[in-house]
């Protein structure tokens, strides 16, 4: 293979004006962490909201949680971006799709709100599962010591429930991170898309594409880490981190 490897070219000025290569691509590491922190607040509210309602005896929370999970989780990511970015401003009346056009950071906020809308279903079903894996049990106590359905969810269930589903959520929040990547196709320069404007300037694809590979995992050895020693921390007896 006729390649010329240039590893150097990381500290070479790049053609933006915006310092070296290497700026660029930590740019959009910076912009990757920010988009990727945004979707999984996102997805943690909308998907607890979701997760519990599905828990529910009401019908209507159980229809309501059945719909968004089926809705966001069995349609593809990029083509969530797609009507998010480009079909949602033209449904809207004219004033507010312009507003939406016009945005700041549109496809930022495009990104985080669709991969976090994308996210939540997950989360969803984690939730319901964290919450039907508790003994029924602590529900009926709940209940005896006169809590209302809200205080039992909030003292009782979703403490114990959120410590035993943290690790599926600690791989949840790493595909969060991957999943930025598709934000690309709306205009988001985020670590890929950075990666791949380095590529185009500088023909050096196989550098361009082995830093941000490098980058990646970096990221998600720390959140690894991290959520490793989180899970001992709040570890309970008998359930999965528990000793």
Same mark, same amino acid.
């Given at each position: $293979?006729?390649?010329?490897?240039? %590893?150097?070219?990381?500290?070479?000025? *790049?053609?933006?004006?915006?310092?070296?290569? #290497?700026?660029?691509?930590?740019?959009? #590491?910076?912009?990757?962490?920010?988009? /990727?922190?945004?979707?999984?607040?996102? /997805?943690?509210?909308?998907?607890?909201?979701?997760?519990?309602? =599905?828990?529910? @005896?009401?019908?209507? /929370?159980? %229809?309501?949680?059945?719909? %968004?999970?089926?809705?966001?989780? *069995?349609? @593809?990511?990029?083509?969530?971006? &797609?009507?998010?970015?480009?079909?949602?401003?033209?449904?809207?009346?004219? +004033?507010?799709?312009?507003? #939406?056009?016009?945005? @700041? *950071?549109?496809?930022?906020?495009?990104?985080?709100?669709?991969?976090?809308? &994308?996210?939540?279903?997950?989360?969803?079903? !984690? #939730? !319901?599962?964290?919450?039907?894996?508790?003994?029924?049990? !602590?529900?009926?106590?709940?209940?005896?010591?006169?809590?209302?359905?809200?205080?039992?969810?909030?003292?009782?269930?979703? @403490?114990?429930?959120? =410590?035993?589903?943290?690790?599926?959520?600690?791989?949840?929040?790493? *595909?969060?991170?991957?999943?930025?990547?598709?934000?690309?196709?709306?205009?988001?320069?985020?670590?890929?898309?950075?990666? =791949? +404007?380095? !590529?185009?300037?500088?023909?050096?694809?196989?550098?361009? &594409?082995?830093? /941000?590979?490098?980058?990646?995992?970096?990221?998600?050895?720390?959140?690894?880490?991290? $959520?490793?020693?989180?899970? =001992?921390?709040?570890?309970?007896?008998?359930?999965?981190?528990?000793?």
């Amino acid at each position: $293979m006729n390649y010329h490897w240039n %590893w150097g070219i990381f500290f070479e000025p *790049n053609p933006m004006g915006t310092g070296t290569y #290497l700026d660029m691509l930590l740019s959009g #590491l910076v912009l990757t962490l920010k988009t /990727a922190v945004l979707a999984w607040i996102i /997805a943690l509210v909308f998907g607890s909201i979701v997760g519990v309602m =599905r828990t529910l @005896p009401s019908k209507a /929370a159980g %229809w309501f949680g059945f719909c %968004w999970v089926e809705f966001f989780r *069995n349609m @593809p990511l990029l083509v969530q971006l &797609f009507l998010w970015y480009f079909v949602l401003p033209e449904l809207l009346p004219k +004033s507010t799709g312009t507003w #939406l056009k016009q945005l @700041p *950071n549109a496809p930022f906020w495009t990104a985080a709100i669709g991969i976090g809308f &994308f996210m939540s279903a997950r989360v969803a079903i !984690q #939730l !319901q599962a964290g919450i039907g894996s508790l003994p029924r049990g !602590q529900k009926m106590a709940a209940t005896a010591l006169g809590l209302t359905t809200f205080q039992g969810y909030r003292y009782i269930l979703l @403490p114990m429930a959120f =410590r035993i589903i943290l690790p599926p959520l600690t791989s949840e929040f790493l *595909n969060t991170i991957k999943n930025t990547a598709v934000a690309i196709t709306i205009g988001l320069l985020e670590l890929t898309g950075q990666a =791949r +404007s380095m !590529q185009e300037f500088s023909f050096q694809v196989f550098e361009a &594409f082995t830093a /941000a590979t490098l980058l990646y995992l970096l990221v998600n050895a720390v959140v690894v880490t991290a $959520m490793r020693f989180l899970e =001992r921390w709040v570890a309970i007896p008998g359930y999965i981190t528990g000793k």
